[in-house]
T-cell receptor, first 116, second 112 residues
Framework: EAQVTQNPRYLITVTGKKLTVTCSQNMNHEYMSWYRQDPGLGLRQIYYSMNVEVTDKGDVPEGYKVSRKEKRNFPLILESPSPNQTSLYFCASSFRGLAGGQETQYFGPGTRLLVL | QKEVEQNSGPLSVPEGAIASLNCTYS??????FFWYRQYSGKSPELIMF??SNGDKEDGRFTAQLNKASQYVSLLIRDSQPSDSATYLC????????????WGLGTSLAVNP
């Protein structure tokens, strides 16, 4: 089954404790992206990756890191989480650089993070 | 600043009626247009995409694109209570990133 998986699905942590949210896709997509979603603010892109070893900042990258060492995986790292990073996080993937609908993004199930 | 605008709603329709959702976008270079449905606390799921002017139908859903007026709409025929969700409009534009620009969504409530 074609899918994007994320782990963990729910996480409660404390300020300053490093954490990693994993994302994996089995569709051989080049493009992967991380979003956070907050009430009234919609989906905001954190980081994206056009391919292995190619990553770039999205709209709200502060406080986050990513890496893309393999095509299927795109982990999101919070080195020192703070309460304002409490949010619902989504990973998404798509084919890269195409148009006509082929750039459709497919989303993982989401990770709900609470930072105390 | 590329923007995608949607009426936040809530849009309330009776069961069996047609729900009409609208989206406008600011960048004339936009190339593909997407409608996603999102249930509360769940991930967005694609309903359909459109990239040519005109209508595109898929079951009870019809997407309409008018590039001259810079709007895209989604019609849901025979609305069901299970259609109650937030509908997100997203637009891609030409560029190295093919980044999607997202609207904030329209909340739809279908009343039995």
């Amino acid at each position: 089954e074609a899918q994007v998986t994320q782990n963990p699905r729910y996480l409660i942590t404390v300020t300053g404790k490093k954490l990693t949210v994993t994302c994996s896709q089995n569709m051989n997509h080049e493009y992967m992206s991380w979003y956070r979603q907050d009430p009234g603010l919609g989906l905001r892109q954190i980081y994206y990756s056009m391919n292995v070893e190619v990553t770039d900042k999205g709209d709200v990258p502060e406080g986050y890191k990513v890496s893309r060492k393999e095509k299927r995986n795109f982990p999101l790292i919070l080195e020192s989480p703070s309460p304002n990073q409490t949010s619902l996080y989504f990973c998404a993937s798509s084919f890269r650089g195409l148009a006509g609908g082929q750039e459709t993004q497919y989303f993982g199930p989401g990770t709900r993070l609470l930072v105390l | 600043q590329k923007e995608v605008e949607q009426n936040s709603g809530p849009l309330s329709v009776p069961e069996g009626a047609i729900a009409s959702l609208n989206c406008t976008y600011s960048d004339r270079g936009s190339q593909s247009f997407f409608w996603y449905r999102q249930y509360s606390g769940k991930s967005p799921e694609l309903i359909m995409f459109i990239y040519s002017n005109g209508d595109k139908e898929d079951g009870r859903f019809t997407a309409q694109l008018n590039k001259a007026s810079q709007y895209v709409s989604l019609l849901i025929r025979d609305s069901q209570p299970s259609d109650s969700a937030t509908y997100l409009c997203a637009v891609s534009y030409a560029g190295n990133n093919r980044k999607l620009i997202w609207g904030l969504g329209t909340s739809l409530a279908v009343n039995p």
